[in-house]
């Protein structure tokens, strides 16, 4: 089993991710491809479980996680062939009609008080 995961947000929130990345790995057996933009490489170099996928491009996994509600986001994720696209979001405000056409699933579970990677980990439900 693959997955792969979308997330375009800053370095910091990319670190913060990582939990969740893991959860991931240990589920699959695989190492996570993410798609993100190329200025988190060096983050990216001290996470062993993950590989980084590029900023677009067409991938294929038997899974794809979305932690970011951007429309850019959701077009890299709609160019991705996988049998479940997942979307999380913490606000339902910010769900948008291309988030319907390109997700299967959809999570709105609110933020709350929650620690970000905490919030991040839970939300990866295998």
């Not at 491809?33 to 491009?57: C, D, N, S």
Request: proline share 4%; charged share 25%.
């Amino acid at each position: 089993m693959s997955a792969l995961v979308v997330f375009n947000k800053q370095l910091g929130d990319t670190v913060l991710l990582e939990p969740a990345l893991h959860r991931l790995q240990r589920y699959t057996g695989r190492r996570v491809h993410l798609i993100t933009r190329a200025r988190v490489l060096p983050v990216l170099e001290l996470m062993p479980q993950v590989k980084y996928a590029g900023e677009f491009g067409w991938r294929s996994a038997d899974s794809l996680w979305c932690y970011d509600s951007s429309s850019r986001a959701a077009w890299q994720a709609l160019f991705c062939r996988t049998r479940r696209k997942r979307l999380m979001l913490a606000d339902r405000d910010l769900l948008r009609p291309m988030h319907r056409w390109t997700f299967s699933e959809i999570a709105c579970d609110p933020f709350g008080n929650r620690y970000m990677a905490k919030y991040y980990w839970e939300q990866t439900n295998a």
